[in-house]
């Protein structure tokens, strides 16, 4: 089993700043690499980025190079997202996954095995 507890969401002002982290424990040597996704209602999950847990090599999705920055703790098991000037349209749920293969997609929700269960983020205008 493992678990992944996401915290750190909110209400923010277009064009401030928030930190999400993601705990996880339990089975954890399985972890290749790790992702943050966001949802909005009526909308499919979207890859935000990911890293490598090994080497630290990172992916964003276009809309939040430059503003976005993934990290890891591999000694406390925490990734994170420093999220910087925030705009209204990153408002959704953002969950945190675990990839447990190299070999899977790591753009697609469908190559990670573990989720979290989502912090909101809200970004007024």
């Known amino acids: 089993q493992v678990q992944l507890v996401e915290s750190g969401g909110g209400l923010v002002q277009d064009g401030g700043s928030l930190t999400l982290s993601c705990t996880v424990s339990?089975?954890?040597?399985?972890?290749?690499?790790m992702g943050w996704f966001r949802q909005v209602p009526g909308k499919e999950r979207e890859f935000v980025a990911t890293i490598n847990w090994t080497s630290g090599g990172t992916d964003y999705v276009d809309s939040v190079k430059g503003r976005f920055t993934i990290s890891r703790d591999k000694a406390e098991n925490t990734l994170y997202l420093q999220m910087n000037s925030l705009k209204p349209e990153d408002t959704a749920v953002y969950y945190c996954?675990?990839?447990?293969?190299?070999?899977?997609?790591?753009?697609?929700?469908?190559?990670?095995?573990?989720w979290g269960q989502g912090t909101q983020v809200t970004v007024s205008s």
């Open positions: 339990g089975r954890t040597l399985g972890t290749r690499a």
């Open positions: 996954a675990v990839r447990t293969s190299l070999y899977s997609n790591a753009r697609s929700p469908n190559g990670y095995a573990h």
